[in-house]
């Protein structure tokens, strides 16, 4: 590993590259290493810590495949001082490869027929382009028993050669590489060949973009409709551009040779180099705009874990429906089924009255706190028939993003919980579970069908869960788990443990009640200490034994605050719960090898606010009243709206209609926006105006732009 490169590629310095690559070799888990060994480090966050394992790996396949080519080189007695050298010194994989390529063993070309009839020499000669006569040179190499019927036969041979060698050149590759990176053009036309609808690809018809300014959703865009058949799709340079860097490389001179010598350069340029530049060009393309892709996937879905739970309230849950009903469920603070029915209240049903009067009993019965409504099918319908009711206990009525839930009710997960009850039961309790605690229900839903990503069909499927997955993980963990009550799909997301020993824990926790204290973790089978050092810290016991183990702090520094509490002469209870004793700590007093300033500064902030989650507080949000569906919207309204999904061109906003509309980037601020992110963030709460409204394609255009609410003169409040 070459640290002083990777620090130099994040501007970070080399120790803290070092220390978080020998910890993260170690076995250690980013959010650990972020949170508990900042000493080490030098206070990395997890985004820095991941792109250093991102890195070392990138940088690590560099050197197996540079070891390789080495090997091989050296095996076929090819490998010069000066061609190591070069090896050695490639700093990226194109660069490797461009090395290696001339030696590669590659299917039969017109290059390779040459040789096989003897024309490299004349080859040779012609490129050193002296003064010669070409047509009497290839005379001499007129051999029929060879196949060089013809001195013609012979120069179209040697030129093949020349053709091949100039278009294998690592320094013409380089640089018609970079011209094509940053003076190329993206162009897209449609398929001649094309059998089915394309018009979802009308707008690529004819299109061109300069590759360098292309954003990530149009790549994913043109490359999903060349896959799909309906589009051609080239990544062009200036032909006269690169032409001229191949002359100046390869042409000396204006004789009879040189003239051979440039016409095998256009040849290998058009036959060879510009394709292998171009599908270079299009794969890097295709690389940029999927990392893109999968980052504003992993954005969007940080942002809608970390959304603010409600906490432990009773809650009934509505799952609604049209023909088939409205499932009800009411679930206990602690999430667990209490009660389900099912109810009618929309016509052409005749069971209002019925409906009413259930969800009233349900309601005083169990003494629901809130109401929880997916927003699918019925959803707007149904909200406003609940907030007609007149009950006792007045509970709030919240719409709950249901995205997935369908996933979670026929999962082994949901199953496993509930497995007396059908799917349309599951799908209500996921959805009241969601309004209690976002983070703890949906880690038990693949995020892929959560509803969140873009594109999110056509990016690497490895690379695209192994981000979601550490995204998790890390929202996990900064809001730390409640060790007594959290699920096996929880527990499974901290830190050193993972799906077997989560499921260990679940069955020692049945088996022997409620764990009583941290260290107790060690009782479950096959939890050693390698594990508890990365587990302990993210899980709580609340009612414990232990004060301490109700918070943050990790076991390995019970003994700094037991100190903290000896040298003040109170107990650590009353540490915890007096501010003013805990202002009275001089950190540095403390100060040891295993713990510095930035560890005992989270101590002391974990002991103002024991347990601290980083989640904002719970807010209660309505639609507007009146627009239930897609025909209710005019041009100009002003409505409240809720992000449901980020992307590279915009943000889709739900506005109660059961049909996301698009603000489009440029309709997101009373500014450039280069980046939506910039902006705004899932389940965002948001004001927004009608632009239009397309009901035969079911499309809707928002502006989050003030001067949006004004231009139309239709505006209303």
């Known amino acids: 590993m070459e640290a002083s490169r990777i620090a130099a590629d994040l501007g970070l310095g080399a120790g803290q590259v070092r220390a978080a690559a020998k910890l993260l070799e170690e076995g250690k888990t980013i959010p650990f290493i972020a949170r508990y060994r900042k000493e080490a480090t030098g206070g990395l966050d997890e985004v820095a810590i ?11 396949e560099l050197d197996r495949r540079r ?6 080189l050296r095996e076929r007695g090819v490998l010069t001082p000066s061609l190591e050298e070069r090896i050695m010194a490639a700093e990226t994989l194109s660069v490797l490869e461009d090395l290696y390529l001339p030696f590669r063993p590659k299917r039969r070309t017109r290059a390779s027929v040459a040789r096989e009839r003897g024309l490299l020499p004349l080859a040779d000669l012609i490129f050193e382009q002296g003064r010669i006569d070409p047509p009497a040179e290839a005379a001499r190499f007129v051999d029929t ?45 449609s398929s001649p060949t094309a059998d089915g609808d394309g018009s979802k690809y009308r707008d690529y018809a004819d299109w061109s973009e300069p590759l360098s300014r292309a954003p990530s959703h149009r790549v994913m865009a043109v490359l999903r409709g060349k896959k799909e058949g309906f589009l051609t799709l080239h990544a062009e340079p200036p032909a006269a551009d690169a032409l001229a860097i191949l002359d100046r490389l390869f042409l000396r001179g204006k004789g009879p040779a040189s003239e051979e010598v440039r016409l095998a350069l256009q040849d290998g340029y058009k036959r060879l180099l510009a394709p292998a530049m171009e599908r270079e060009a299009l794969s890097s393309a295709r690389q940029k705009a999927e990392e893109r892709a999968i980052g504003v996937f992993a954005e969007n879905l940080r942002h809608l874990l970390l959304e603010p739970p ?31 029915e099912v109810i009618y209240p929309h016509p052409p049903q005749k069971m209002v009255r019925e409906a009413k009067d259930m969800i009233v009993s349900l309601c005083e019965e169990f003494g629901v706190e809130f109401i929880a409504v997916g927003n699918g099918t019925a959803g707007r319908q149904t909200e406003e ?17 249901e995205a997935g839930a369908s996933v979670y009710s026929a999962s082994k997960c949901a199953r496993d919980e509930f497995p007396e009850e059908d799917a349309t039961v599951r799908g209500a309790v996921s959805i009241g579970r969601r309004l209690q605690d976002p983070l703890a229900e949906l880690v038990k839903i693949d995020p892929r069908s959560i509803g969140i990503g873009q594109y999110q069909h056509d990016v690497d499927e490895k690379a695209l869960k192994r981000k979601l997955d550490e995204v998790v993980e890390i929202c996990v963990n900064a809001v730390g788990v409640d060790l007594n009550t959290a699920s096996r799909e929880l527990l499974a997301r901290v ?40 587990a302990a810290g993210f899980l709580r016991i609340r009612g414990g034994d232990s004060p301490l183990d109700a918070s943050a702090v990790h076991p390995e520094s019970y003994r700094i605050v037991e100190a903290m509490a000896r040298d003040l002469g109170v107990s650590i209870e009353e540490l915890m719960e007096e501010p003013s004793l805990q202002e009275r700590i001089d950190p540095e007093r403390y100060v040891s090898e295993t713990a510095g300033l930035p560890t005992l500064r989270e101590i002391l902030a974990e002991l103002a606010k024991p347990g601290r989650d980083p989640r904002r507080e719970f807010e209660i949000y309505s639609f ?45 601020a009373d500014r450039f926006v280069r980046d939506p992110a910039e902006v705004v963030r899932v389940h965002q709460k948001v004001k927004v105006t009608v ?8 499309r809707i255009s928002l502006s989050m732009r003030k001067r949006a609410e004004v231009e139309d003169g239709e505006a209303r409040p």
Not at 390 to 397: L, N, S, W
Not at 691 to 698: G, H, T
């Open 385 to 401: 028939f609940l907030r007609r009711l007149k009950i006792t206990c007045d509970p709030p009525v919240v719409m709950v993003d």
């Open 67 to 72: 070891s390789s080519i080495l090997n091989t």
């Open 145 to 189: 028993d060879k196949g060089v019927a013809s001195a013609e036969e012979a120069l179209a041979g040697a030129r093949d050669i020349i053709a091949e060698k100039a278009s294998e050149d690592p320094q013409a590759r380089s640089e018609v590489r970079r011209l094509i990176s940053e003076e190329g053009v993206l162009r897209s036309r």
């Open 310 to 340: 409600l906490g432990e309230r009773t809650v009934l849950a509505v799952d609604p429906g049209f023909r088939t009903g409205c499932k009800v469920v009411v679930l206990d603070p602690l999430g667990s089924l209490a009660a389900k």
């Open 624 to 668: 507007a009243p009146g627009v239930a569906k897609i025909e209710d919207l005019r041009p100009g309204m002003n409505l409240p709206g809720v992000v449901t999904n980020v992307a590279g061109f915009g943000a889709f906003v739900d506005v109660g209609v059961h049909q996301d509309g698009l603000v489009h980037i440029s309709e997101l």
């Open 50 to 60: 991941s792109s250093i394992r991102d890195l070392v790996e990138r940088y690590g």
């Open 495 to 534: 830190s050193g443990l993972g799906p077997r020993l989560a499921g260990s824990i679940v069955l020692y926790r049945e088996k022997s009640g409620p764990f009583r204290t941290r260290e107790e973790l060690i009782k479950v089978p096959g939890l050693g200490p390698r594990a508890f050092e990365q």
């Open 691 to 698: 632009l239009a409204v397309d009901l035969e394609r079911k």
